[in-house]
């Protein structure tokens, strides 16, 4: 077992590496840049230009900023990649020989927009991602495997051809106009239920987790709650209408695999209530696949939302993602998607872990 | 066996000829049973018929009612049946305009929809195909021959289906796009070649290890023969499938992107364009502009999606449940 998941991170870190290569040959390839705004300004001399790029490393060939930005060269030279800094251990000082920037150090560089570093830029969005990612991935799983399951033991029923035409139309709607014509129905007049988009409402409440905000918070919890609740409800209910077609289809196909297992019908036969059946011989199994599934969507929780939250202008890491793009940021667009790109490589590390674990005929060699 | 079609001409000479013959054995190929079996799946004729229906909307609908981007329609201050000023609003659907129009320029929406079918599927079509020649050329080579090619393409398609391709291709396709749909199509390929690649390499793995392919080898046919003429007739089926299906979800992406603004330019109308300028007059109240491209999309993903699913049942009888 031990070996399997040591052989398993081994296998990940040349796929690690293959993604920071393409993420950064895209952006490289790219026109625009750095200096592409000053194109603009007749002001600005060649010279000056030269300095900016000289200052910025630009004028580097570009496997050396490569090499810089993920921080096997730097400061340190060649040993750069180990570990910067120094330690203090036992009342022994000690200087370590590494650096301490690129990306291996967990430094993605500064905003070309704002000048904040990239970690602060999207570490202030992953908390709005996973309130909205999170809300709507609880609520979907729950209903995808409580539907998927009753569909599973009513076959053929009224409700199992319901959810399957349900199912059909759901993976035909782009999320997109969902979430437009959400707004159109409910958010735009004559209904007006609820806001057109953002996450708080501006006019009466503080920006969201400053510390004006927590004060608001601990001052009028319900209010702000409240508040936080009506902007929710649109964008939730696009996402988990949407999603739910794929996973309650997946749970209900694995539901009918297990009841046609030749255990099942053992214990039919021998007489154990219907109920036994279905929850205790049957559910327990057909859940396998289904939480290395569970587990599969997982990434979605930090960077999926991205059409979603881009028609609600909710201040996400997808919308982040769009504005960047509009903005030619490239230190946020390529720490965006080397962060997401990690994640789900992690994410389909510990789903293929877990699913050894809960079923023990999966062979690890 | 005789596989020649059967001509009726020339099954009532075999009649004449032979009069007692009682019950006409007519052998049918694969592609005729698998033909018969769609036909026997409604939802897949239905889809189908959707499918090929938009398609012919999409083909001749320009040649009758063209679109212009700098033929701005004579604007207009009241709408039929309506008192009250239109102000920057659209029209609703009315006699003179079964889609209504839309706010601002007052344009035709009808006009819009049908000239906006002609890009998004063709993008549709085209980059679902192209990633399909792609997939199977990289899934072929790595499943046949194995190996450390096989190691190196697999680590590819690793890394590639890590990254969050729409993010991807919102970067490349406004980076290098400019706007031209034949780049914002090949964009949509050469990030969505994936899936088929890993599809082909493992249909080529299980048929590279079947006895006929042995027996070829045996007898000395060449690899390139094996592949084309034993291996890849075998995998064609689920390819088509896949190429099917991959189409209604490249409509769907390259839907957002050009409603982002990062795909096909502005000048041109597509689906995801159109949608993307009723932004703004959403909250004015006007249902129908969003309403009408929204909806040509979701009954063209439906009908690519139920065509798909009668294809895999007639094409793989085994996969069915």
């Given amino acids: 077992m031990l070996k399997y998941v040591i052989r398993r991170v081994i296998q990940a870190i040349p796929v690690l590496f293959g993604i920071s290569l393409v993420t950064y040959g895209i952006l490289a390839i790219a026109p625009g840049g750095p200096t592409a705004r000053f194109a603009q300004n007749p002001r600005i001399t060649q010279a000056q230009i030269d300095a900016f790029k000289h200052r910025w490393g630009l004028d580097d060939p570009l496997y050396l900023q490569y090499a810089k930005w993920l921080g096997i060269w730097g400061d340190a030279g060649v040993l750069n990649a180990l570990p910067g800094g120094s330690v203090d251990i036992a009342g022994l000082h000690i200087d370590l020989p590494g650096g301490d920037n690129g990306i291996l150090h967990g430094d993605f560089g500064y905003s070309v927009t704002d000048g904040r570093t990239v970690t602060d830029v999207i570490g202030e969005r992953v908390l709005p991602t996973f309130i909205l990612a999170g809300t709507a991935y609880v609520i979907w799983i729950f209903i995808a495997i409580i539907t998927g399951v009753y569909a599973a033991v009513r076959r053929y029923s009224l409700f199992d051809s319901a959810l399957t035409i349900f199912n059909y139309v759901g993976f035909s709607f782009p999320t997109f106009w969902l979430g437009i014509m959400l707004i159109t129905l409910f958010a735009a007049p004559p209904l007006k239920w609820f806001p057109v988009g953002g996450m708080w409402t501006t006019r009466t409440i503080p920006i969201f987790a400053t510390g004006e905000y927590w004060t608001f918070v601990g001052a009028h919890p319900l209010t702000a709650l409240w508040d936080l609740g009506a902007h929710l409800v649109l964008p939730v209910l696009t996402l988990v209408v949407v999603n739910i077609a794929y996973d309650s289809r997946f749970v209900r196909s694995s539901m009918l695999d297990a009841l046609n297992q030749d255990f099942v019908k053992t214990a039919r036969a021998k007489g154990v209530p219907e109920r036994t059946v279905i929850f205790k011989h049957a559910l327990r199994n057909a859940l396998l696949p289904v939480v290395t599934n569970i587990g599969l969507e997982i990434p979605f929780l930090f960077a999926g939302a991205i059409v979603t939250e881009t028609i609600f202008s909710w201040p996400g890491m997808g919308r982040e993602f769009i504005q960047a793009t509009g903005h030619f940021d490239y230190p946020v667009l390529m720490g965006i998607l080397l962060i997401t790109s990690i994640i789900v490589v992690f994410a389909n590390l510990v789903a293929d872990i877990m699913y050894a674990v809960v079923d023990p005929r999966v062979q690890y060699d | ?321």
């Fill in chain 2, 1 to 321: 066996m005789d596989n020649a079609p059967v001509t009726p001409a020339a099954l009532e000479e075999l009649e004449a000829a032979n009069p007692d013959y009682e019950v006409n054995l007519v052998s049918l190929n694969q592609w005729q049973l698998a033909w018969r079996r769609f036909k026997r799946h409604r939802l897949a004729v239905f889809g189908s018929i959707l499918f090929l229906t938009i398609c012919a909307i999409a083909f001749i609908g320009p040649l009758i009612a063209p679109f212009d981007f700098y033929n701005v329609p004579e604007p207009v201050k009241y709408c039929t049946g309506s008192t009250t000023l239109r102000a920057s609003n659209g029209c609703p659907p009315s006699l003179n305009h079964f889609l209504g129009t839309t706010g601002g320029l007052q344009r035709d929406l009808l006009v819009l929809v049908i000239n906006g079918a002609r890009l998004s599927l063709a993008i549709g079509v085209g980059a679902s195909v192209f990633a399909a020649v792609i997939g199977t050329i990289v899934g072929g080579v790595a499943g046949y021959f194995g190996g450390w090619i096989d190691n190196i393409l697999m680590r590819v398609v690793d890394v590639m289906l890590s990254l969050p391709l729409l993010f991807v291709i919102l970067v490349v396709a406004k980076f290098l796009g400019g706007g031209n749909w034949f780049v914002v199509m090949v964009v949509f390929a050469v990030f969505g070649w994936q899936t088929i690649a890993r599809l082909v390499r493992s249909l080529f793995l299980s048929l590279r290890s079947e006895v006929f392919v042995d027996a070829a080898r045996a007898v000395g046919v060449s690899d390139r023969r094996i592949i084309f003429r034993h291996i890849l007739p075998n995998a064609v089926s689920p390819i088509i499938v896949a190429t099917t299906l991959a189409v209604a979800s490249v409509i769907v992406s390259e839907a957002f992107v050009s409603f982002l603004g990062f795909g096909v330019d502005v000048t041109q109308p597509t689906w995801g364009n159109i949608l993307s300028n009723s932004l703004t007059f959403i909250p004015l109240g006007n249902w129908w502009w969003p309403l009408f491209p929204g909806l040509s999309i979701v009954f063209t993903v439906l009908g690519i999606n139920f065509m798909g699913d009668g294809l895999r049942d007639a094409l793989d009888p085994r996969s069915r449940d």
